[in-house]
């Protein structure tokens, strides 16, 4: 099936600095990459669709300054978020869809960031 | 609009019990619906999903009854396994390759 790897797993990092999030789609090409967060015991929240070659679409309230962007290729997508503060701290994690294989969203393991 | 409404928010069922999570949503030009299996601290895996053409689709232990008329849909979980522990969620979209909404989720403990 669809396999979508992301990476790292968990990352600390210090307020104040940048931690990239890389998402790949292994085994398909994903012109369409979403990235959701996700508060402890609660649903995931859209934040943004990333179309590769051209400019994310943020959700209503989301920061594009803070959380950069980068669909590069068709089979990555990165998301960076910026100045990083402990209110960042969550779980972050990307989808992706395989249009050959119709509807099912692949969601990648998720990557814990944790700002100290 | 967008909202799909999960329920319940928790969930306890004996071993061999069928737990039935079930999800409401008011926008009729929803046409996908599957359902996400999490476990703690891991990405959410595709169970099951659905189109409303169909009222009913069985994949294992697991079916989801569809009722377009009432705009509803539920999970039940057949022979449930203290495995089957994890957080369910419900989820719609519009089209092919446009944005999950999800529920709110439920979490589902299955006593041995």
């Known amino acids: 099936g669809a396999v979508v790897s992301q990476h790292p797993s968990w990352v600390i990092c210090k307020s104040g600095t940048s931690v990239k999030i890389e998402c790949r789609s292994l085994d398909f090409q994903a012109t369409t990459m979403f990235w959701y967060r996700q508060f402890p015991k609660q649903s995931l929240m859209l934040m943004a669709t990333s179309n590769e070659g051209s400019k994310a679409t943020y959700e209503q309230g989301v920061e594009k300054d803070k959380f950069l962007i980068n669909h590069a290729s068709l089979t990555l997508s990165t998301l960076t978020v910026t100045s990083a503060h402990p209110e960042d701290s969550s779980f972050y994690i990307c989808?992706?869809?395989?249009?050959?294989?119709?509807?099912?969203?692949?969601f990648g393991s998720g990557t814990r960031l944790t700002v100290v | 609009q967008q909202q799909v409404k999960q329920s319940p928010q928790s969930l306890i069922v004996q071993k061999g019990g069928i737990p039935i999570i079930n999800c409401a949503y008011e926008n009729t030009a929803f046409d996908y619906f599957p359902w996400y299996q999490q476990f703690p601290g891991k990405g959410p895996a595709l169970l099951i999903a659905?189109?409303?053409?169909?009222s009913e689709k069985k994949e294992g232990r697991f079916t989801i009854s569809f009722n377009k008329s009432a705009k509803q849909f539920s999970l039940h979980i057949m022979d449930s396994q203290p495995g089957d522990s994890a957080t369910y969620f419900c989820a719609a979209s519009i089209g092919n390759g446009n944005k999950l909404v999800f529920g709110a989720g439920t979490i589902l403990r299955v006593k041995s």
């Open positions: 659905i189109r409303p053409d169909v």
């Open positions: 989808s992706a869809r395989d249009p050959d294989r119709g509807y099912g969203y692949t």
